[in-house]
């Protein structure tokens, strides 16, 4: 198992050919307290890059990134009956979706857990 990092701050946890996405730590401390999220259906496909999700708190609302190429198989009903889990678990049970990787050679894009602490570190 594999997690990485992009820019935007959502991470993805690799488990042999699926993903699953959600936002980082940091990201959920900027947001805020998190009051609603939308998470994709199962079967759309998303180009890395793609407005997967929303995210909204009692600051901001945000768009959620796919990091990677992929067929959505769930999104994650439980954050969005209960958003907080953004806040509590962002990078556990507070994930959006899972998706199946299309293309896993966009991860070589990505940043691993030390380059993102870095990257962070000077944000």
Known sequence: MSVYY?????????????????????AQ????????V???QAGRTLGKGDEAAVVESVKAASDVYSPVSGTVTEGNQAVVDEPS????????????FRLILSDTSELGELM????????????
């Open 6 to 26: 992009t820019k935007e701050h959502e991470w993805v946890r690799v488990e042999g050919e699926t993903g699953t996405v959600g936002v980082s730590d940091f």
């Open 85 to 96: 889990l953004v806040n509590t678990d962002p990078e556990g049970e507070g994930w959006f």
């Open 29 to 36: 401390g900027q947001l805020g307290d998190v009051v609603f």
């Open 38 to 40: 939308e998470v994709p």
């Open 112 to 123: 691993n857990a030390e380059q993102y602490q870095s990257y962070c570190d000077d944000q």
